[in-house]
């Protein structure tokens, strides 16, 4: 199974990597627009149409109400998890003129934690994960933040970069864990129960 591309109809900066045959490509709304600017193909045009100012014809069209509960994004998301994806790319889901969708974009990375997935949120010049109940290994330069995501992260240990914390607790009202930054190493990243926001540069890599 591939991964599952989302482009949203919030500000867009291109892809960090092509999909492939096997991926899911999902144009949320008015990502459509996106997708034809970028001459990429999406799979799936879904959403209620409201940011497109059109309803695309096609048999790969799936419309939904105006008046519903999930955004247009989460939608999709549900509808790749659906086809049994569980890694998920989401870009134009940051900026433009509603900050309102970025956080609940943020959300949603948590909503997909929950249910076994990850999900990766691009802007400009980066990107954020969530990691629940696990470890992650990252290799890169420049900044990096960690936020309590979902009440208290415990056992939060950061390790190869500049500043450490060992079985510390993060909590969402206290930003102990911005502007950290990497060194030359490795960096580990442990949650042992919670769930934590990671942001980082786009050049940054994921270790196994």
């Not at 419309?63 to 955004?71: A, G, H, I, W």
Request: proline fraction near 4%.
């Amino acid at each position: 199974m591939g991964e599952c591309y989302i482009i949203g109809a919030g500000s867009f900066y291109g892809l960090q990597t092509l999909p492939k045959e096997e991926d899911l490509v999902i144009a949320a709304d008015g990502g459509l627009r996106h997708c034809r600017e970028a001459g990429i193909r999406p799979d799936l045009v879904l959403g209620d149409f409201d940011s497109l100012g059109e309803i695309p014809q096609g048999a790969a069209v799936m419309r939904l109400p105006v008046e519903k509960d999930d955004t247009d994004t989460l939608a999709a998301i549900r509808e790749g998890l659906r086809r049994g994806y569980t890694q998920f790319c989401i870009y134009g889901g940051t900026g433009g003129r509603r900050p309102d969708h970025t956080l609940a974009n943020l959300q949603s990375l948590l909503f997909l934690a929950k249910r076994g997935g990850r999900g990766w949120l691009y802007d400009e010049y980066a990107v954020c994960t969530v990691l629940r109940n696990g470890t992650l290994r990252l290799r890169g330069e420049g900044d990096l933040s960690v936020f309590a995501m979902d009440g208290p992260a415990r056992g939060v240990t950061l390790r190869g970069l500049k500043y450490e914390l060992s079985e510390h607790t993060l909590t969402p009202d206290f930003p102990l864990g911005v502007s950290n930054s990497f060194c030359g190493k490795t960096a580990e990243i442990t949650v042992r129960d919670g769930t934590l926001l990671i942001w980082h540069g786009l050049t940054v890599e994921e270790l196994p």
